[in-house]
């Protein structure tokens, strides 16, 4: 299959995950606000947003394995892909036990005191369980890599997707039918656990010399990765600041049902983020593959269809969020969340600057070469999060909106600053990229 092909079924495939999640998505907060109630949403859009921040305790490895494993594929040399895929599962299992332990204990002892003995009791159990399925989502995210790394990403794409939008199906069956938080999250377990059995059995079968186990697994391929693990995990730690850290800071500095607010209009403020990285995430493979080839020709094609896409989706996307963001949300929570259309203009001014940065520093990501960046991303994330919470408290949805639009635009100028200075691409190619106008492999 060439590359145009395969970056075509995985677009298509990243397309049909969206639609169905976009449907998921419109349905989730109707049915939990109705069922839940819009303070206890807000709570548990608080609650949720723990298994993004413990998933980032695989210090990046996963992501950074799957560019290594993508590399060495490409040049045959299964030996460096074997030993990168067992040292990194070994390594994500050692940190997952570790996390499941401590939280259990930290649970247990924070139940005799005082000042915590409520909040335990009603959410321990539940932050447990949050874990632990952290863990399943870091042994899922690494064996989608090896499936990716390996030319199989449609297909390991639609299973992982699939099963993915079922677990959000689960919590909003659970909802409906009058069950709370904790069955909610072991609906997640169960349905984490199938997706993690259905993408290994597609290794097992796609790619019979990739298999789970230790004994390829070796201390100096995780030293190896190490410096670009930990620079890979700037990108998500970046998202889960900005993403559900602003949630969190929302409904501390205002209210829960504020935090309803902004995790609605963010919601709908995505959806042309999402159709663009239907592309994006389709090309990394192939940009990974392209690198280790050395093949400008097909880097710059790349690159030119990122582009392509920001312009014909993103931009046009960003206005119509504009003039209609505010009424669309209002429909779509059946008038019980009323978004102001300044605070709407401020999140479309983040929409664009974000979508740019994080789809240029996956392509960085892609080649290794994103160490650069990471330093930017981590700071200006959580500088952003500390000045949204007196901004928060002072100007309520506008104070956080525009510290999300600042760090988003300082974030996009660190990112394609580093793309410049690290000359991926000779300027002569990607302006022939983007003259071209079919595009033959």
Same mark, same amino acid.
């Given at each position: ?7 075509v ?9 969206l ?34 921040y ?39 299992? /050692?940190?997952? &036990?570790?996390?499941? =332990?401590? %939280?259990? !204990?930290?649970?247990? @002892?924070? #139940?005799?005191?005082? $000042? ?121 730690? /970046?998202?889960? &600041?900005?993403?559900? =850290?602003? %949630?969190? !800071?929302?409904?501390? @500095?205002? #209210?829960?049902?504020? $935090? ?92 664009i ?15 290794n ?15 952003s ?12 949805l506008?104070?956080?909106?525009? $510290?999300?639009?600042?760090?988003e ?12 200075n ?20």
């Amino acid at each position: 299959m060439t590359i145009r092909r395969r970056i075509v079924s995985g677009t298509a495939v990243n397309a049909a995950a969206l639609v169905l999640s976009a449907t998921v998505q419109l349905l989730s907060v109707p049915v939990l606000i109705s069922n839940w109630g819009v303070d206890k949403y807000g709570i548990w859009l608080m609650l949720i947003t723990i298994p993004t921040y413990f998933a980032l305790s695989d210090f990046g490895f996963a992501s950074a394995a799957t560019s290594d494993m993508t590399i060495h594929a490409a040049k045959g040399q299964r030996g460096f892909v074997r030993a990168t895929f067992q040292s990194v599962w070994l390594l994500l299992n /050692a940190i997952s &036990l570790g996390l499941v =332990g401590l %939280v259990a !204990v930290v649970a247990q @002892a924070s #139940s005799n005191w005082r $000042a915590l003995a409520w909040w335990t009791n009603q959410y321990g159990g539940i932050l447990v369980g949050l874990v632990l399925f952290c863990a399943l989502i870091m042994n899922t995210r690494l064996i989608l890599g090896a499936l990716r790394a390996t030319q199989n990403y449609a297909l390991g794409t639609a299973i992982h997707e699939t099963l993915a939008i079922l677990e959000t199906c689960g919590v909003l069956l659970s909802a409906w039918a009058g069950y709370g938080f904790e069955e909610a999250v072991e609906v997640m377990i169960a349905l984490r656990l199938l997706n993690l059995g259905m993408l290994y059995l597609v290794l097992r079968y796609n790619v019979p010399w990739l298999r789970l186990g230790v004994a390829h697994a070796s201390i100096t391929h995780v030293k190896r990765l190490l410096a670009p693990s930990l620079a890979a995990m700037a990108v998500p730690l /970046a998202l889960a &600041l900005n993403v559900q =850290g602003m %949630v969190v !800071v929302t409904g501390l @500095a205002i #209210s829960a049902s504020a $935090a309803a607010t902004f995790a609605s209009v963010r919601t709908v403020s995505r959806v042309a983020i999402q159709v663009v990285g239907a592309i994006n995430r389709a090309s990394m493979p192939e940009f990974s593959a392209a690198g280790a080839r050395d093949n400008r020709k097909s880097l710059a094609k790349i690159v030119g269809l990122n582009l392509a896409s920001v312009v014909v989706v993103l931009i046009p996307g960003a206005v119509l969020f504009t003039l209609f963001g505010s009424r669309a949300v209002e429909i779509w929570t059946n008038n019980k969340v009323h978004p102001e259309p300044i605070f709407v203009l401020l999140i479309a001014i983040s929409m664009i600057a974000h979508a740019l940065w994080y789809y240029t520093s996956n392509l960085l990501l892609a080649s290794n070469t994103h160490g650069r960046v990471a330093p930017v991303l981590v700071t200006v994330s959580i500088l952003s999060v500390l000045a949204a919470f007196p901004a928060g408290a002072t100007f309520g949805l506008y104070g956080i909106g525009l $510290a999300l639009a600042l760090a988003e635009i300082i974030c996009l100028l660190g990112v394609l600053r580093a793309a410049v200075n690290l000359d991926l691409l000779r300027m002569e190619d990607l302006d022939h990229a983007l003259r071209v106008r079919v595009w033959r492999q």
